[in-house]
């Protein structure tokens, strides 16, 4: 019965953005595809200290391939600090007017010691915006601090785990209605060598939970996916809306250890505060989502936590893994604008909160964050910012760099 009342929901939350909404209530036509040669970014600047001639404006509005690359300290998610590189490449596969920015993104990072990533997100519109093909693959050393289920524990009180990971996620959608997709994907998350740093520690004592807490653990499944999208670009959306819901099944046939289900729904809005000046940036946007797994026999690693969405990028000001639960609601808003004319310069706010399921009721306990940041323009052309963000909750606190927008 909770599997059909929440696919229900989903189904509803879904249709009524699809159906309720049209382009042009959505997104003024003068904010649909922002003009950006009289922009800045640091490619200009560039150029001027090394006296490179640029091209005209009108060669510029007719590219059709973008590209960025940033070295860069920071610390993505988890404990320790670490070099990543974040290389971003953009390209239309069809009309700029009618086709969104395919766009792939390899980051890979290393935190001088044990830890490492590779990677790969692909976002693939095919002309037309006929076909979309949303990728995530990656393979990780990541050992991470876990503090079990729910909130039972103190922020003093987590435990690190070590672990290898591979992640294979495909998902090919057809364009049902303008902005609305629907589609099938696969989905395998296999990891390794799954234990406490500390020996003495026994992983499953300590969580309270028995599936995936040791050796290795394999979730292979089906995905049944939705999709509504108003965004040009997911690197720096636009004002519109966005509603995403992935259920997955995940049968022994394909090689889970075990059989379990989980649907998860991502809705998000973006309004803009000024229509009547679209090259400045001046929006107030929305990110919320619901993520359950049906059973308790999801693996320990798989089950919904803060910070481990699709692009693990919720939970600003929140250690990643910091609430575990079989259940997770989050909410996010922020404030963007631009500092300078030319929209080089710019700044956030932002605030969210998450509850869990896990060692009580969900709704019952709630973890607040907020902070701020700035933004510098790295790339006019995909509208890709350079992004520094300070974030703090409840005995944390860190700074985030981004490529890109965090939602």
């Avoid at 006929?130 to 601090?145: A, K, S, V």
Wanted: charged share 20%; proline share 5%.
């Amino acid at each position: 019965m909770k599997i059909k009342v929440v696919i229900l929901l989903a189904l509803s939350i879904t249709c009524q953005f699809a159906v309720a909404q049209n382009a042009s209530s959505i997104i003024p036509d003068s904010v649909k595809r922002r003009d950006t040669i009289n922009q800045t970014d640091l490619i200009d600047i560039a150029k001027t200290i090394i006296h490179i001639k640029g091209k005209r404006p009108e060669e510029d509005r007719d590219k059709r391939f973008t590209f960025s690359f940033l070295p860069v300290s920071t610390v993505p998610g988890g404990t320790g600090r670490a070099l990543v590189t974040s290389t971003t490449a953009g390209i239309y596969l069809g009309p700029k007017k009618t086709t969104n920015l395919s766009s792939a993104t390899f980051a890979p990072y290393w935190n001088f010691g044990s830890r490492f990533g590779l990677p790969l997100r692909n976002s693939v519109w095919l002309p037309n915006n006929t076909w979309t093909i949303q990728g995530d693959i990656r393979f990780l050393r990541y050992p991470q601090f876990t503090w079990g289920l729910g909130t039972a524990k103190g922020q003093d009180d987590g435990i690190l785990v070590n672990y290898n990971y591979i992640r294979f996620h495909q998902a090919a959608l057809k364009q049902i209605r303008p902005y609305f997709f629907a589609g099938v994907g696969y989905a395998l998350d296999f990891r390794s060598n799954i234990g406490a740093d500390d020996e003495a520690i026994d992983l499953e004592q300590f969580t309270g939970y028995r599936h995936g807490t040791s050796g290795s653990s394999l979730a292979s499944g089906v995905t049944f996916n939705l999709l509504y999208d108003t965004r040009s670009s997911a690197v720096n959306p636009m004002p519109g809306s966005y509603a995403n819901v992935v259920y997955r099944l995940n049968p022994t046939v394909l090689g889970s250890n075990n059989f379990w289900q989980s649907v998860y729904i991502d809705l998000r809005k973006y309004i803009p505060l000024d229509p009547s000046r679209p090259r400045r940036q001046n929006t107030l946007a929305f990110w919320s989502y619901l993520w359950t797994a049906f059973t308790d026999k999801a693996p320990y690693l798989d089950l919904p936590s803060i910070g481990w969405d699709p692009y693990n990028r919720s939970g600003r000001g929140i250690d990643q893994n910091r609430y575990r639960g079989q259940s997770l609601f989050y909410f996010e808003t922020e404030y963007r604008r631009d500092i300078t004319n030319n929209g080089l310069l710019g700044f956030v706010l932002f605030t969210n909160i998450n509850t869990v399921s896990g060692s009580g009721n969900m709704f019952t306990s709630w973890h607040p964050a907020a902070g701020s940041g700035m933004r510098v323009k790295f790339n006019k052309a995909s509208r890709t910012n350079l992004g520094v963000d300070y974030g703090f909750s409840k005995g944390y606190s860190a700074f985030q760099l981004n490529l890109g927008e965090t939602f």
